[in-house]
Nanobody, 118 residues
Framework: QVQVVESGGGLVQAGGSLRLSCAVS????????MGWYRQPPGAQRELVAT??????QYADSVKDRFTISRDNAKNTVYLQMNNLKPEDTAVYYC?????????????WGQGTQVTVSS
């Protein structure tokens, strides 16, 4: 069984920082990519950032403010969010793409609420 456990969400003031963590079951030993998505209120889910072994990608709206990183030994991905803005308010989801060709599915976290006050 693969589990994806998120933490770090909460309520912060505009201009503040927050660090999200997503820990993946150690039974999933081969991970190709990890990513963060978010769903603002009343909007569709959107890509925030992704990371592979050698590459990171960011949505234009978060470039220069957010940083995605991973700790392979811990099967954990992080999202450091700086200079938060009210428009960053959303439910943030962790997504895991296995590297094994035998696993076709991806894994999602439960989502964690991030609220940025003005």
């Amino acid at each position: 069984q693969v589990q994806v456990v998120e933490s770090g969400g909460g309520l912060v003031q505009a201009g503040g920082s927050l660090r999200l963590s997503c820990a993946v079951s150690r039974s999933l030993v081969n991970i190709y990519a990890m990513g963060w998505y978010r769903q603002p209120p009343g909007a569709q889910r959107e890509l925030v950032a992704t990371i592979t072994s050698g590459n990171t990608q960011y949505a234009d709206s978060v470039k220069d403010r957010f940083t995605i990183s991973r700790d392979n030994a811990k099967n954990t991905v992080y999202l450091q969010m700086n200079n938060l803005k009210p428009e960053d308010t959303a439910v943030y989801y962790c997504n895991i793409k296995p590297g094994a060709l035998t696993i076709s599915r991806t894994y999602w976290g439960q989502g964690t609420q991030v609220t940025v006050s003005s």
